[in-house]
């Protein structure tokens, strides 16, 4: 029997491409189209039954009767478990007519947020700071490190997508999806960029590479009151600075670093020349501005859950299908299409483009144009030679030493010194020291922990940027709102400090209201994520404190909802300035 010319590897990659494409049904086409998601079994196994409070369908449903062949991993696992069920999945699609090999992505999984919208924390992986931590330290070379790490523990457990670097401006100060971005400073985020997708993709896209799906274009951020646009609520995304092409900058950067991948973002544009819809589905946007003006060749993957309703955690959540709600959802997939989007992300009904196509709205070759792009990364990547991985060699891979090591000195570094009264930093000796919300044990090595604060030399208080929480279990995830503590938290956080001198490090997700926290620590840190131990060590002078605030820090909420959206840093009177950070 002669091996069909896609099977052969001394062929050209669009040689391949067309052979394997004038082999597909309609059927097989369509679901090369979706972007779907899946969990798995803690022991490595695929999910075999649902019962639909997260996911419609089970992963032998997806594979082999819906025919879908890219999926993103939700939840955190083991090494070892999440190759054995990369194999498990891979083995599936081999048993397909055509036995087209699975692409895996991932959310980022380097850090400490756990979002199932948007992230995961490190689990068994090396762990980092957040983007906003890199951006703190502000070095592509750090950078360019952080992604090659990403791309070593990926490839070890068969992860071929990245679904980052977000490379959006952190302009409007509420927006819950700042931790994920480079900052509000568009020249850093550009030059960060280029140094993430080389560290991802290497000089070119291979069979070492995994492939960047950078988001979201042409920049989220601007959003109208700072909510996101994942809900109804927050879907207007608005230019009142009329700083629309500062946010593109960063994304031209990232075409011409060659990014293999471009996510659209949800939010629909008012106040502009743009169509009013979400920029998945804008013909201006997609086709005119990102395959026309910047040259992009690559796949446009739209941003999850367009098309259809959705069930999450057991609440229904609508279509975010802005601008377009009205439509039926096959009118909407052909208005993404007519757009130039290439794949759906977070959607698995290809019956839908089956009959956009058997109807005659959607051209069989619009349809072609789409898979060859998606098989041609496919071949590129190399999964039709080896989409197999060796769970003992992830083991040793995820998490490794070095690797570990590389985080733990970035979240170090990533550390800002904001305030420091009296040169309380770096600490001396071993003082008494009274804690809220740091593990005893790391602090009972640097100091004798008591239960008093009046007992203290010091105290060590550790926040967390305030937010509104919401009803809505999946938008609880998403930390909006309000950025300054209620008046009762305050009072008691502020009585602590009137008690004994203590050392503050809040997290900072977003852009904190913290005045009278600032005037009143005897010192002020701000982590992007980072162990008890970095904290430490740079409070006792073990490690060096290197980060700049990669936003500024208002001073109040009056100055919050009175700045303009889409304008870095453009609070009056900023307690910090962007930029701001003390070297000790």
């Known amino acids: 029997m002669t091996t069909p010319a896609y099977r052969d590897a001394a062929l050209p990659v669009d040689r391949r491409v067309e052979d394997l494409l004038s082999r597909m049904t309609l059927e097989e086409k369509a679901g090369q189209l979706f972007h779907s998601m899946l969990t798995m079994n803690p022991d490595g196994t695929p999910v075999t039954e649902t019962d639909g409070s997260l996911l419609p369908y089970s992963t032998p449903e997806l594979v082999g009767e819906r025919l879908l062949t890219h999926f993103n991993l939700l939840g955190t696992y083991g090494a070892r478990e999440m190759a054995r069920w990369q194999n498990a999945v891979q083995e599936m699609a081999a048993q397909t007519r055509l036995g087209i090999p699975v692409t895996l992505s991932t959310d980022p999984r380097h850090a400490f947020t756990d979002n199932v919208g948007a ?149 629909q544009p008012v106040g502009t020349d743009w169509e009013e819809v979400g920029f998945g589905f804008s013909k201006g946007v997609i086709t005119g501005l990102l395959r026309e003006e910047l040259g992009f060749g690559g796949i446009v993957c739209t941003d999850w859950g367009l098309l259809t309703d959705s069930t999450i955690f057991g609440e229904v959540h609508e279509a975010r299908a802005w601008g377009l709600e009205h439509l039926p959802v096959a009118e909407r997939a052909a208005r993404a299409l007519d757009a130039g989007a290439d794949q759906f992300g977070g959607e698995q009904c290809p019956e839908v483009i089956v009959e956009l196509v058997r109807s005659g709205r959607i051209a069989g070759s619009r349809i072609d144009t789409s898979v060859r792009r998606l098989l041609r990364e496919k071949f590129t990547l190399g999964l039709f030679e080896d989409p197999y991985v060796d769970p003992d060699l992830a083991e040793e891979t995820v998490g490794r030493a070095d690797f570990a090591a590389l985080g733990a000195t970035a979240q170090r570094r990533s550390l800002t010194v904001l305030t420091n009264r009296g040169g309380t930093l770096p600490v001396a000796g071993r003082p008494r020291l009274y804690t809220e919300n740091v593990d005893p044990a790391v602090a009972g090595r640097y100091g004798e922990v008591v239960d008093r604060p009046e007992e203290a030399d010091l105290a060590v208080l550790r926040l967390r940027t305030p937010y509104e929480p919401r009803e809505n279990l999946f938008e609880s995830f998403f930390h909006s709102g309000r950025l300054d503590f209620p008046e009762e938290e305050l009072a008691g956080i502020l009585r602590l400090l009137d008690t004994v001198p203590t050392l503050v490090c809040i997290n900072l997700e977003r852009a904190a209201v913290i005045p009278e926290i600032a005037e009143r620590a005897a010192a002020l840190v701000a982590d992007y994520g980072a162990a008890d131990e970095a904290l430490f060590d740079v409070a006792f002078g073990r490690a060096r404190a290197e980060g700049r605030l990669p936003f500024e820090l208002p001073r109040s909420m009056a100055a919050v909802e009175a700045s303009r959206p889409d304008v870095p840093n453009d609070t009056a009177d900023p307690v910090f300035p962007h930029g701001h950070g003390l070297l000790l």
């Not at 999806?177 to 290497?202: I, N, P």
């Not at 990232?254 to 949800?266: E, I």
């Open 119 to 267: 992230s995961f924390n490190s689990g068994a992986f090396s762990a980092w700071p957040e983007a906003l931590g890199l951006a703190a330290i502000g070095d592509p070379e750090l950078v360019f490190r952080f992604a090659d790490t990403v791309r070593r523990e990926y490839l070890s457990v068969g992860f071929r997508v990245a679904l980052h670097p977000q490379i959006d401006l952190a302009t409007e100060p509420r927006w819950a999806r700042q931790t994920g971005t480079f900052g509000s400073d568009a020249k850093l985020t550009g030059e960060l960029v280029r140094a993430y997708v080389r560290g991802l993709q290497g000089e070119e896209l291979g069979t070492r590479s995994v492939a960047a799906m950078v988001k979201h274009f042409p920049g989220g951020g601007p959003q109208k009151d700072g909510e996101d646009p994942h809900f109804p609520h927050g879907k207007e995304q608005v230019y009142p600075g009329g700083l629309r092409d500062h946010h593109l900058a960063p994304f031209r950067e990232a075409v011409a670093a060659g990014c293999s991948q471009m996510m659209p973002y949800y939010g």
